[in-house]
């Protein structure tokens, strides 16, 4: 079975400031791992995803997360926030790469302060 | 070009009554799957499809609950006698590929949700 957790339901940066947002995952087979953003009354959208190539991945908008095993971790990190960047982020786990369905962790409210 | 689209955006009913809540995916996509999300909480898997075959309802919570895609495209999602604990956003989403066989490369769009309220 696989589950996530996402370390604080809401994180606030201020504008230029690193972002970093946890992502702990477990996971009985080699997991493939995602991002998902949600902004105001939109679908989600995926952000990047970790499918057992390169650990580092990088997705949209300047966001990028590393697959670490040995944690059993998936943190986003983005090295300068902007304003825009103000959403809510999941964290998603499944044994195939979207092909299935995925088990989200409960979400980060990300409030970027001017 | 069209993405997935969801309707009624916003569904408030009284307790008791029946609703169906209705997914459009992105043309050709094969694979379609309903979540629903509580309030302060991730998606969490109900049912989904590919072409008009359901494959897999393990998380749909009780019997109150089905879905269907008769044509392989347009699915429903239907509550009969519908409870406050139903009320949630129900999320779609579609995919390009066949779901379910391990190593094939995909991406599941999400539609916008529907707010579903019983009162």
């Known amino acids: 079975a696989q589950s996530v957790t996402q370390l604080g339901s809401h994180v606030s940066v201020s504008e230029g400031a690193l972002v970093l947002l946890r992502c702990n995952y477990s996971?009985?087979?080699?997991?493939?791992l995602f991002w998902y953003v949600q902004y105001p009354n939109q679908g989600l959208q995926l952000l990047l995803k970790?499918?057992?190539?390169?650990?580092l991945v990088k997705g949209i908008n300047g966001f990028e997360a590393e697959f670490k095993k040995s944690e059993t971790s998936f943190h986003l990190t983005k090295p300068s926030a902007h304003m825009s960047d103000a959403a809510e982020y999941f964290c998603?786990?499944?044994?195939?790469?979207?092909?299935?369905?995925?088990?989200f962790g409960k979400g980060t409210r990300l409030s970027v302060i001017a | 070009g069209a993405g997935v689209s969801q309707s009624p955006r916003y569904k408030v009913t009284k307790r008791g009554q029946d609703v169906a809540l209705r997914c459009d995916p992105i043309?050709?996509?094969?694979?379609l799957y309903w979540y629903r999300q509580a309030l302060g909480q991730g998606p969490e898997f109900l049912t989904y499809?590919?072409?008009?075959?359901?494959?897999?309802k393990s998380g749909l919570p009780n019997d109150r609950f089905s879905a269907e895609r008769p044509e392989g495209s347009i699915s429903t999602l239907t509550i009969q006698r519908t409870e406050q604990r139903d009320s949630a956003m129900y999320r779609c989403?579609?995919?390009?590929?066949?779901?379910?066989?391990?190593?094939?490369?995909?991406?599941?769009?999400f539609g916008p949700g529907t707010r579903l309220t019983v009162l």
């Open positions: 998603a786990v499944s044994f195939n790469s979207g092909n299935t369905p995925l088990v």
């Open positions: 996971s009985s087979v080699p997991p493939y």
């Open positions: 043309s050709g996509h094969v694979s």
């Open positions: 499809f590919n072409y008009e075959a359901q494959q897999d």
């Open positions: 970790y499918t057992s190539a390169a650990t």
């Open positions: 989403a579609s995919s390009l590929f066949s779901a379910g066989g391990r190593g094939v490369e995909d991406t599941q769009y």
